[in-house]
């Protein structure tokens, strides 16, 4: 009976990981139509009109698209700039909104028209590579966010010798995707095999 019993929940878990995409999509989805439907009922109690509501909507999603065209385009957008300025000026907030200010760039893959690398480190003890975003660099010395899986919002902030680090063809999103999947979706595996072995071998030879 015991072994019916294991194989029974072995079905399950297997089964439940099989669906587990599809739970995951059905949860976001979830997520943002009650984030949509809160924000209507929200602008409906101001507007008290179906039609003002929908427009004023379909109104937000027009800025927000007019601001990424002219990011993307430009490198920058002049109401963007203009609130950047604003708060900069306010020593209360300013902190708080430069921080924010540079980890959405760093998740959106640049900050002032460049590119994050994705590179290798050897965390949390030798032997053991993670792959880690190149946030600055002062001189040799680099400093690495590490973000976790699967969230890879949180993470650690480290201080590295730039000689300790592999650099990676890796972007930001195939980096995310990795962390995310739980390394079940593993772009440029040979590049990055290629890098730990030759790192590997160098070590042997010394």
Not at 64 to 87: N, P
Not at 90 to 100: E, F, L, Q, T
Request: aromatic share 10%; charged share 20%; with cysteine.
């Amino acid at each position: 009976m015991s072994t019916k019993i294991r194989f029974l929940l072995r079905y399950i878990f297997v089964g439940a990981l099989s669906l587990f995409p599809l739970i995951l999509v059905i949860v976001v989805v979830n997520y943002l139509k009650n984030l949509g439907i809160s924000a209507y009922l929200s602008l409906h109690d101001y507007t008290d009109s179906f039609e003002l509501t929908l427009a004023l909507m379909i109104g937000v999603i027009g800025v927000f698209a007019v601001l990424g065209f002219s990011i993307e385009k430009y490198g920058r957008s002049i109401f963007v700039s203009m609130i950047d300025s604003t708060f900069e000026k306010i020593p209360a907030i300013r902190s708080v909104y430069s921080v924010s200010k540079k980890l959405a760039a760093m998740l959106s893959g640049g900050e002032d028209g460049t590119k994050k690398e994705v590179v290798l480190v050897e965390y949390p003890k030798e032997g053991l590579w993670v792959p880690a975003y190149l946030l600055n660099r002062h001189e040799n010395i680099c400093v690495l966010f590490i973000p976790t899986s699967p969230n890879p919002t949180s993470g650690y902030t480290v201080l590295v010798d730039e000689a300790l680090i592999k650099k990676t063809t890796l972007s930001l999103q195939e980096a995310s995707s990795f962390i995310i999947s739980m390394g079940a979706d593993f772009s440029q595996k040979e590049d990055v095999s290629a890098l730990i072995q030759t790192h590997r071998t160098s070590a042997q030879e010394l």
